[in-house]
């Protein structure tokens, strides 16, 4: 067989179809496996923190600083913190990155990839912070486990980089699920604040893992919701004007934490141990007044809730909690942010409460039906994610009651922020303090949806420089779409469309080989010079076979060439899998719609 003849095509596998924008069943299927596996790693967090926590806290509760002496309230935070700034001296710098935003930049700026390492250290960070009682919350850090998993498991298995996409999500959504038993949460958290984006091929594979996330969580920690909530509901419409003013408070606050945020960012450019043992200090004078800043504080969210604290101690745990978070978020320490958020609208919201029973004590709800409230309207201002704040508290109070108050509250708060402090969502603000862009236009969405293995052109055939006329018209006869030519040494050095062999072979067709008169002529026809002959032959770079769309454009332009040559190894050789063009890429986004 010539070199060539035969028409070089690429069959359809597991990992091809799912480079297509409607690879379902694939998806939903690594759905239920990053939903086991995100579970088992949050269980191991979960654990290592709590069996930590009980061999020396008071009364072996996991949430007991409180009780603690009131020098162990300084030396616990400061000691930790010197461990974890020594720590994160000697690491690079790389790997300090933790939590939500770290996920999202690996998103933007590298397909989603996460290491081993990564994983290790945001489960070390995770713990050291907890365990020391720095103001933190697993719920950031157990999202950074959840897409780190997700991620090493598509890149093991070599899966195209758009489904790796999809993956991640499933590892927040299912992180968010088993830390909160709140499934829909999870769901809407992965799409509204980590991709940014709807799309019906996303949602399935991310329910899966979500729902099976929470099932397998309710195995170990049974069914209950993560706070304790007794049923709330809103005592008279009345209270809508209290309400709207209350989203606007929590907005002022949201904005002020986020400020407060990216101006410690800022501040104080000296080496990384001593910003974390800064913050453990900071850390450490807010515990010293109020314990309760240290740790998850799920104990004192839900006594809040059931109206166990007074109005004054309220103010104080929810001021001193802003400031040290923000400042210490700021200053490094690897602290997740979630569980604060909560933690401050639980304890405003529930101030709020006090006071709405002061100013209208025959009508007011509950205290903890405004520190509900309170949560919802900090999550959703804060991340500026509404409608995941929504469903955080629904399926947190599991009582439709909430929904119109909290619709309200949330939607309020947001937009309060984001018009009049011109908010974006925190995790935006820290990548672009970073000098971070995260693109989520509806363009840059689309090609990041999609491989270049869906739309690549499989007809191709390969054939030397100079090929026998015979041959050529064997290389015809197959109807590839193109010729890669190769040279002396059988690299591919330019590619040829079929269709401008046909024509030159059409207007210099030899004549009848009987005629002796033409055989000289016949002659001259038995070579074709593949890279003279007249054509619009097509410089090209290579790219791997997982690269979507996004990054195949960024390639075309990068390297200024007309074409790319889709490979991929197998067996430590390079195989040529098929022919992508800027025109392909520009005719796929067109006939979506996009």
Same mark, same amino acid.
């Given at each position: 067989m010539?070199?060539g003849a035969?028409l070089?095509t690429y069959?359809?596998g597991?990992?091809?179809?799912l480079g ?5 069943p694939?998806?939903?299927l690594?759905g239920?496996?990053?939903?086991i596996?995100?579970?088992l790693v +949050? ?5 290592s ?8 806290l008071?009364?072996?509760?996991p949430e *007991? ?6 020098l162990?309230?300084? &030396?616990?935070p ?12 000697k690491i690079g710098v790389l ?10 930049e690996?998103?933007?700026y590298h ?7 990564s994983?290790f250290?945001?489960f070390?960070?995770?713990f050291l912070?907890?365990?020391?009682g720095?103001s ?8 950074h486990?959840?897409s780190?998993?997700?991620?090493? %498991?598509?890149q093991? !298995?070599?899966l195209p980089? *758009?489904s +790796?996409r999809i993956?991640i ?7 968010i699920s088993?830390?909160f038993?709140?499934?829909?949460a999870?769901?809407?958290?992965? %799409?509204e604040?980590?991709? %940014?984006?709807y799309s019906l091929?996303?949602?399935?594979p991310?329910i899966?893992?979500s729902?099976?996330?929470?099932f397998?969580? =309710? ?8 706070? !304790?909530?007794?049923q709330?509901y ?6 809508i004007p209290y309400i709207i003013l209350?989203?606007?408070?929590i907005?002022?606050?949201? #904005? ?5 945020l990216? &101006?410690? $960012?800022?501040a104080?450019k000296?080496? @990384? ?6 913050a453990?200090?900071i850390?450490?004078?807010g515990?010293?007044l109020?314990p309760?800043i240290m740790?998850?504080?799920?104990? &004192?969210?839900n006594h809040?809730?059931t ?6 101690l309220?103010?104080g745990?929810a001021?001193?909690?802003l400031l040290?978070?923000a ?8 602290s997740?942010m979630?569980g ?5 609208? #639980? &304890?405003?919201?529930g101030a709020?409460?006090i @006071?709405?029973?002061?100013?209208m004590?025959d009508i007011?709800?509950?205290?903890? !039906?405004y520190?509900m409230?309170? %949560?919802?309207?900090?999550m959703?201002?804060v991340?500026?994610?509404?409608l995941?704040a929504?469903m955080?508290i629904?399926?947190?109070?599991q009582n ?6 909290g619709?309200?509250?949330i939607?309020?708060s947001? $937009?309060?922020a984001?018009t009049v402090?011109k =908010? ?5 603000? $820290?990548?672009?303090?970073q000098?971070?862009?995260y693109?989520s236009?509806?363009t840059v969405?689309a090609?990041?949806s999609?491989s270049?293995?869906a739309?690549?052109d499989r007809?191709?055939?390969?054939a030397?420089k100079h090929?026998e006329?015979q041959?050529?018209e064997?290389?015809?006869? =197959?109807g590839p /779409?193109?010729? @890669?030519? /190769? ?5 591919p050095v330019?590619l040829?469309?079929?269709v401008?062999?046909?024509r030159y072979?059409?207007q ?5 080989e ?12 038995a070579?074709?010079?593949l890279?003279e002959?007249?054509?619009h032959r097509?410089?090209? #770079?290579? @790219?791997y076979? =997982?690269a979507?769309l996004e990054e195949?454009?960024k ?6 060439k007309?074409?790319l ?5 197998s067996?430590?050789l ?10 392909d890429? *520009? ?5 979506t719609? *996009?």
């Amino acid at each position: 067989m010539p070199f060539g003849a035969k028409l070089d095509t690429y069959k359809h596998g597991f990992r091809e179809r799912l480079g297509a924008a409607d690879a379902l069943p694939q998806l939903a299927l690594l759905g239920f496996f990053v939903g086991i596996i995100t579970t088992l790693v +949050i269980i191991l967090f979960r654990w290592s923190i709590e069996s930590a926590l009980s061999l020396y806290l008071p009364e072996g509760d996991p949430e *007991n600083f409180e009780g603690l002496s009131e020098l162990l309230r300084i &030396t616990l935070p400061l000691g930790g913190a010197i461990l974890i700034g020594a720590i994160w001296f000697k690491i690079g710098v790389l790997y300090r990155k933790t939590g939500v935003t770290y996920v999202m930049e690996r998103l933007a700026y590298h397909q989603g990839y996460m290491s081993v390492k990564s994983l290790f250290v945001q489960f070390l960070a995770g713990f050291l912070t907890i365990a020391s009682g720095q103001s933190s919350g697993r719920e950031g850090p157990a999202v950074h486990l959840g897409s780190a998993a997700a991620s090493i %498991m598509g890149q093991y !298995f070599k899966l195209p980089n *758009n489904s +790796i996409r999809i993956l991640i999500a499933c590892g927040c959504a299912a992180a968010i699920s088993a830390s909160f038993n709140t499934p829909i949460a999870g769901v809407i958290f992965a %799409m509204e604040v980590v991709l %940014m984006e709807y799309s019906l091929i996303g949602f399935t594979p991310i329910i899966i893992a979500s729902v099976t996330a929470a099932f397998a969580s =309710q195995i170990i920690y049974g069914p209950e919701p993560a706070f !304790f909530v007794p049923q709330l509901y809103l005592s008279s419409p009345f209270e809508i004007p209290y309400i709207i003013l209350c989203g606007l408070i929590i907005g002022c606050i949201s #904005a002020i934490f986020v400020r407060l945020l990216l &101006t410690s $960012m800022k501040a104080l450019k000296v080496n @990384i141990f001593f910003r974390i043992t800064l913050a453990g200090m900071i850390t450490a004078s807010g515990a010293y007044l109020f314990p309760e800043i240290m740790g998850i504080g799920y104990d &004192t969210v839900n006594h809040t809730f059931t109206g166990q604290i007074a109005l004054g101690l309220l103010c104080g745990i929810a001021l001193t909690k802003l400031l040290v978070t923000a400042t210490t978020l700021g200053l490094g320490m690897p602290s997740g942010m979630i569980g604060p958020t909560l933690f401050i609208g #639980a &304890t405003t919201g529930g101030a709020l409460g006090i @006071i709405a029973q002061w100013l209208m004590p025959d009508i007011a709800s509950s205290t903890g !039906f405004y520190a509900m409230l309170g %949560m919802g309207a900090m999550m959703g201002s804060v991340l500026q994610a509404p409608l995941a704040a929504l469903m955080a508290i629904l399926e947190l109070t599991q009582n439709p009651n909430i929904i119109l108050p909290g619709m309200l509250v949330i939607v309020v708060s947001s $937009m309060f922020a984001s018009t009049v402090f011109k =908010q974006k969502s925190v995790f935006i603000t $820290m990548l672009e303090a970073q000098g971070l862009n995260y693109n989520s236009s509806p363009t840059v969405q689309a090609l990041r949806s999609v491989s270049v293995l869906a739309i690549m052109d499989r007809k191709f055939a390969r054939a030397q420089k100079h090929v026998e006329w015979q041959e050529a018209e064997e290389i015809l006869r =197959q109807g590839p /779409h193109w010729v @890669i030519i /190769h040279n002396d040494k059988n690299i591919p050095v330019s590619l040829l469309p079929a269709v401008d062999l046909v024509r030159y072979m059409e207007q210099n067709k030899p004549q009848d080989e009987k005629d002796a008169k033409h055989e000289a002529e016949n002659e001259k026809h038995a070579s074709i010079a593949l890279l003279e002959i007249p054509a619009h032959r097509q410089d090209f #770079a290579h @790219i791997y076979y =997982q690269a979507t769309l996004e990054e195949a454009l960024k390639t075309l332009n990068k390297e200024a060439k007309g074409a790319l040559i889709v490979e991929r190894d197998s067996g430590g050789l390079k195989r040529t899998l098929g022919v992508l063009t800027q025109n392909d890429i *520009n005719r796929y986004y067109q006939y979506t719609g *996009n």
